[in-house]
């Protein structure tokens, strides 16, 4: 296996700061309301009643808070997805609008329901998340395909899988880059994606459960798949992917985590806006475990993503 000697060439970065190469972003899957529990412990496993300490709610969701990290880096990002016509919709809706997202295509379906979050987070930042998916049309025809053809690269939770696997087929006949967040889902949803997926990066939980193992040997075994990158993201073991026949490793940069909430989520975001901007995986990968790396120094799920410049100042303070 080869590590990461260093942070490799980022100067297409500085061009997206300059505007000198602008850089589009199609995010397309989960949005979720998270209402979140701040506690000194996590639930022992038991019926039991813990005392929180600080309670909120904010816009939650894999593709969503991906879209925000895009916005936060300083590029043009769209969320594409669902929600029902109620007040969890349009309060997800309102902070897209003010995090700069376009929401054009985030349709509240009048007979449909939001996806909610209940996020419990203890005093190390671990957490613990139960999820209600919502309820919407699967369908994906009224999607604007069209509009692909201005963007840099898409990504896609498998959490709609229609409209994933039409972003990604749209995506592929255009040449654009195809992103995967290989979050849990059923064996038949990353069979269906695999195949239009150029870089897949899986968290551990997920390969595990899809490859039957989260170690190295399963990135290999995925190649089968066709994908030019297969990665996983290990927390604070980094991150590694198998890439030209070999695999590689990107080690976590090291800072004091608050909360881990949201973490992947905005590593999947820099990863794609990083591929969109030109630079080679190695460098993506290192922008992208750095940009996750200060989201863990704050609680919430988008609390603290920093913005391209903080984070480039970040990366070259590090050895």
Same mark, same amino acid.
């Given at each position: 296996?080869?590590?990461?000697?260093?942070?490799?060439?980022?100067?297409?970065?500085?061009?997206?700061?300059?505007?000198?190469?602008?850089?589009?972003?199609?995010?397309?899957?989960?949005?979720?309301?998270?209402?979140?529990?701040?506690?000194?412990?996590?639930?022992?496993?038991?019926?039991?009643? @813990?005392?929180?300490?600080?309670?909120?709610?904010? =816009?939650?969701?894999?593709?969503?808070?991906?879209?925000?990290?895009?916005?936060?880096?300083?590029?043009?990002?769209?969320?594409?997805?669902?929600?029902?016509?109620?007040?969890? =919709?349009?309060?997800?809706?309102?902070?897209?609008?003010?995090?700069?997202?376009?929401?054009?295509?985030?349709?509240?379906?009048?007979?449909?329901?939001?996806?909610?979050?209940? @996020?419990?987070?203890?005093?190390?930042?671990?957490?613990?998340?139960?999820?209600?998916?919502?309820?919407?049309?699967?369908?994906?025809?009224?999607?604007?395909?069209?509009?692909?053809?201005?963007?840099?690269?898409?990504?896609?939770?498998?959490?709609?899988?229609?409209?994933?696997?039409?972003?990604?087929?749209?995506?592929?006949?255009?040449?654009?880059?195809?992103?995967?967040?290989?979050?849990?889902?059923?064996?038949?949803?990353?069979?269906?994606?695999?195949?239009?997926?150029?870089?897949?990066?899986?968290?551990?939980?997920?390969?595990?459960?899809?490859?039957?193992?989260?170690?190295?040997?399963?990135?290999?075994?995925?190649?089968?798949?066709?994908?030019?990158? @297969?990665?996983?993201?290990?927390?604070? =073991?980094?991150?590694?992917?198998?890439?030209?026949?070999?695999? +590689?490793?990107?080690?976590?940069?090291?800072?004091?985590?608050?909360?881990?909430?949201?973490?992947?989520?905005?590593? +999947?975001?820099?990863?794609?806006?990083?591929?969109?901007?030109?630079?080679?995986?190695?460098?993506?990968?290192?922008?992208?475990?750095?940009?996750?790396?200060?989201?863990?120094?704050?609680?919430? =799920?988008?609390?603290?993503?920093?913005?391209?410049?903080?984070?480039?100042?970040?990366?070259?303070?590090?050895?």
């Amino acid at each position: 296996m080869s590590a990461s000697a260093n942070i490799g060439d980022l100067s297409a970065l500085d061009d997206v700061v300059s505007g000198a190469a602008p850089v589009h972003v199609i995010c397309l899957g989960l949005a979720a309301l998270d209402q979140v529990w701040r506690v000194e412990r996590l639930f022992a496993g038991r019926s039991e009643k @813990i005392k929180g300490t600080g309670y909120g709610t904010l =816009g939650g969701g894999m593709a969503a808070n991906a879209s925000v990290a895009v916005a936060r880096l300083g590029a043009s990002v769209a969320f594409w997805g669902r929600a029902g016509n109620d007040a969890a =919709g349009h309060e997800m809706r309102s902070a897209f609008v003010s995090e700069g997202v376009d929401v054009e295509n985030f349709r509240l379906f009048s007979d449909g329901r939001s996806s909610v979050s209940g @996020i419990i987070v203890d005093g190390s930042g671990e957490r613990q998340i139960v999820n209600f998916r919502g309820l919407y049309p699967e369908a994906a025809d009224w999607l604007p395909l069209e509009s692909v053809a201005r963007a840099s690269s898409v990504l896609a939770d498998p959490r709609w899988v229609e409209g994933a696997a039409t972003l990604f087929r749209e995506a592929r006949a255009r040449g654009i880059a195809t992103v995967l967040d290989g979050d849990m889902a059923d064996a038949e949803v990353f069979e269906r994606l695999l195949p239009l997926t150029d870089h897949a990066i899986f968290s551990e939980p997920a390969l595990a459960s899809f490859a039957g193992s989260a170690d190295d040997k399963s990135l290999a075994a995925l190649a089968r798949f066709g994908c030019r990158v @297969i990665a996983v993201t290990r927390g604070e =073991g980094g991150v590694s992917w198998y890439e030209n026949d070999r695999l +590689h490793r990107q080690a976590a940069y090291a800072v004091d985590v608050l909360d881990t909430t949201g973490a992947g989520d905005v590593f +999947h975001g820099a990863y794609a806006l990083a591929i969109g901007a030109g630079l080679d995986v190695p460098a993506a990968m290192a922008f992208s475990a750095a940009t996750a790396a200060m989201k863990c120094r704050h609680a919430g =799920g988008r609390n603290g993503i920093p913005d391209i410049n903080e984070c480039l100042a970040f990366m070259r303070t590090k050895p």
